[in-house]
């Protein structure tokens, strides 16, 4: 069990969606709203080819972040949350092997088993690859102000892999 | 918001600040990246946000800092939808624990200006090249998989093998109401020419990537813009195009069966004419569909041709009025269906050079020649029933009208939203469908009649 905050897990369950920061090839960050499917040991994100430049840059540079800021997204709560971390793409299977996370991301959005059911109509949504990302750093806002200084969590390497 | 890639910052800064927050992001000096969401107060005409330095985190002004407006609305049971997004880049400063963006760039994405599919559909370019760089990696190529059901259906554009099934099928009824029914002759001509029609879909495919029509055309929908098979990467070009020829071989296979065992030259004439039709669809030197003679073509290929091709097979080559004047309809409404999924296509078609009606004429013009010649095909049919050529049992297909009707009145409102447009070419494929069923039961009422009451005449 990766040894972040309480509350972080509780965010990471509860996101309807995140933000993914990947680093791109000039070192500028470039973000990504997705779905963040938290397994109590790593987070994990998924990307479709469609949209695969953010895979590309996390090839390029393993260092990410996923912030947990939207409130409508998490059930009103008003706490923010920062998880620094290193990233990898898993897409040794783009056509299936994500299927893996489909219970828990299920859970978030129910209707993707229906559209998985007819991806005939559309294929390339469903070529995905896994960003899997182990925590390294957390940052948290109980309050969600970005005046008041951030609780700050360091995750050992150990402890994630 | 039209485009996915690049936006101005003047653009950026406009749509960000629709956002009750944003999240101010910058490349921490470990190599992470590091956010925080923060209120900024943002003048698009100074090209500026300025917000509170977060406490605790200080923002760097020796590299890009980025600001991202996020939302979306959840839907329980669903999900979530109404996904908007965008970032803006810059240089910041800071001055008396503020910090003042200064936007150069930005990037974003809002579904209800650019539709997910759309959007999909723009970025296919980018799954191309993604399973590319997968594929030089690994040293063997890798591809977008579908099961080969899924592959075949969408491929072949199979669901649309209706257009064909039905002029066929009231063919042959037509003929044993005549006393003319041959069970094997009728199979093989259904599937002879289900194979044309197959073979014309995967050719049109083939021939439009070719043209380019299809890769300029980001807006495809189930009905329309081809099968996309081979822009997804799922087939090549040419297993396509191999796939066609034997569809076309097969065709040409039962044909001469067919010639052999029930032929004539009425048949030889119609199979003949049919082939042209069914390759000239596309291919060079005829290329209908880009001469704006696609409609034309479709109406003749999918009315009178395989409606008195099936009549004529079961009949040893005799020809009548009846079944080219209840060929008439039919070939009126699936001309109707290509030239309403003519209209999402258009832009496309007209980079490609594809002269189609809607390409060539005003949405009015269009709409009015949909009303005019769907009406044409109910006039048809009541004048050919009062002049005694048609069954009164036909008249069931007057029960369809409620269906041209909504197509018609949908027309005008989703003219430029292909998927908006979607619900309505759904109903015109139903129209053509339903009428030929009403058509066909209209004949089984006929051949009933005519067994158990021989005597009884259903014409006027």
């Known amino acids: 069990m990766a040894d972040i905050p309480k509350p972080v897990a509780e965010l990471l369950d509860a996101a309807l969606v995140g933000e993914l920061t990947v680093v791109d090839g000039a070192g500028r960050p470039v973000t990504y709203p997705l779905i963040p499917l938290w397994d109590g040991e790593r987070v994990f994100m998924t990307s479709s080819t469609l949209f695969s430049r953010k895979l590309e840059h996390i090839n390029g540079n393993a260092k990410v972040s996923v912030s947990i800021t939207v409130p409508v997204a998490v059930g009103g709560r008003h706490d923010r949350a920062l998880i620094q971390g290193d990233a990898r793409v898993i897409d040794s299977d783009p056509h299936g092997e994500w299927e893996r996370l489909l219970p828990i991301w299920e859970v978030k959005e129910p209707s993707i088993v229906s559209f998985l059911k007819v991806r005939v109509a559309l294929p390339l949504f469903f070529e995905r690859a896994l960003i899997e990302i182990t925590p390294r750093r957390v940052l948290y806002w109980s309050d969600g102000d970005a005046a008041t200084a951030p609780a700050e969590t360091l995750v050992a390497a150990g402890e994630a892999a | 918001m039209r485009s996915t890639d690049g936006l101005d910052a003047r653009t950026g800064l406009d749509k960000l600040a629709t956002f009750p927050y944003q999240i101010a992001t910058w490349v921490g000096d470990d190599g992470y990246p590091v956010s925080v969401a923060v209120d900024a107060r943002i003048s698009p005409t100074e090209l500026v946000a300025r917000f509170a330095g977060p406490a605790a985190l200080a923002v760097p002004t020796d590299r890009d800092v980025s600001l991202t407006g996020s939302h979306i609305r959840p839907q329980p049971g669903y999900g979530y939808d109404e996904r908007r997004h965008v970032t803006v880049w810059g240089r910041a400063t800071t001055l008396d624990g503020g910090v003042a963006l200064t936007a150069d760039r930005a990037w974003g994405w809002d579904e209800s200006e650019v539709p997910f599919f759309e959007y999909s559909e723009r970025s296919v370019g980018q799954s191309r090249k993604y399973f590319d760089a997968l594929s030089v990696e690994r040293g063997t190529p890798v591809r977008p998989k579908l099961s080969l059901g899924f592959l075949t259906l969408r491929a072949t554009r199979l669901p649309f093998l209706t ?84 569809c076309y071989i097969a065709a040409g296979v039962i044909g001469l069966i067919l010639l052999a065992t029930h032929g004539s030259t009425a048949l030889l ?143 005008i409102p989703y003219y430029d939203n292909p998927y908006g447009l979607m619900s309505i070419m759904g109903v015109n494929v139903q129209l053509h469908l339903r009428a030929g069923l009403l058509l066909a039961a209209a004949y089984a009422i006929v051949l009933v009649v005519g067994a158990v009451a021989p005597g009884v005449s259903l014409f006027i």
């Open chain 2, 163 to 246: 257009a064909t099934i039905v002029p066929v099928v009231l063919g042959i009824l037509i003929a044993a109401t005549h006393g003319s029914f041959d069970l094997v002759a009728a199979l093989l001509t259904v599937i002879g020419a289900s194979f044309v029609q197959l073979g014309l879909n995967v050719a049109n495919d083939v021939f439009d990537t070719a043209s380019g029509a299809d890769d300029a055309n980001v807006t495809p929908t189930q009905f329309s813009g081809g099968s996309r098979v081979i822009q997804y990467g799922l087939v090549s070009f040419r297993r396509m195009a191999t796939i066609a020829t034997v």
């Open chain 2, 269 to 411: 004439v119609i199979g003949v004419l049919g082939f042209i039709i069914s390759i000239g669809y596309t291919a060079p030197p005829l290329k209908f569909v880009y001469r704006g003679l696609g409609e034309v073509a479709v109406a003749l290929g999918f009315g009178p041709m395989m409606l008195l091709g099936a009549y004529v097979v079961q009949t040893g080559g005799t020809l009548a009025w009846e079944p080219f004047v209840a060929s008439i309809p039919v070939a009126l409404l699936a001309a109707l269906i290509l030239y309403v999924n003519e209209i999402p296509d258009r832009r496309g078609d007209a980079i490609a050079g594809k002269r189609t009606l809607p390409v060539r004429f005003s949405r009015s013009t269009v709409v009015a020649g949909y009303d005019v010649a769907v009406t044409a095909a109910y006039v048809v049919l009541v004048l050919a029933v009062v002049a005694g050529i048609l069954p009164v049992p036909v008249l069931l297909m007057l029960l369809t009208i409620p269906l041209a009707l909504r197509v018609s009145r949908g027309l």
